[in-house]
């Protein structure tokens, strides 16, 4: 996945991006942190790619960016949204995965799931702080390279905001599971219940791949 990203490093618009980020550090606290902000690309290698989680951006408060999208770092204090989400992974799985000091999802990255933010940083304190700045473009394009050149990826959409990117997913190749966005605001409208965990698994099993631990690695 990496390449993906470095072959944009020459490109007009990633360079004033770049430029503008570096800027913004000298003055403000940015997240994550610089040397995670392509974090994803690097754990989840493009030819062990099996599952895509889309997120919007990352989380604006001190300690929780990590550059996977929705994961935390070890020892961080666990956000209401991934909270929910290990509740819906506990429920779906018959499992307890509720753990204290412990949200980073850098586990299920190495075994093949992207958790992509549309957005890749932010201002502290600032949510969609860092929208309409480029990335966009640029996260857009690595879901229409991953539509392109794999085939039977597993996107998992949650809320309206990542659904929004399924005219770029050729349906005839992948597969797309939706549900609303875990967020305490939405998580009641339908991801409580979607079964998104077990249902990558049966896909993933009926294609011939190895479903996906989804445990979370004590810390």
Known sequence: M??????R????????LM???SKEREKKNIFPKKKEVFKSFFLTSFKKLKVVILGQ?????KN????????VPQGSKIPPSLRNILKELSFDLKKVFFTKNNGSLDHWAKQGVLLLNTILTVEENKPSSHKGIGWE???????????KYKKEVIFLLWGAYAQKKISRINLRKHY????SHPSPFS?????????????????LVSIGEKPIDWCILPS
């Open 137 to 147: 473009k640029f996260t857009d394009l690595v879901i229409s390279i991953i539509s």
């Open 9 to 16: 490093k020459k490109k007009e618009y990633f360079i004033k």
């Open 64 to 71: 929780q960016a990590d550059g996977l999208a929705f994961s």
């Open 19 to 21: 430029q503008f980020i």
């Open 187 to 203: 998580a009641n409208k339908g991801f409580f219940g979607c079964k998104h965990f077990s249902k990558t698994n049966k896909i």
């Open 176 to 179: 797309v599971l939706c549900a």
């Open 2 to 7: 990496e390449r993906l990203f470095t072959s």
């Open 57 to 61: 951006d990352p989380y604006h408060n």
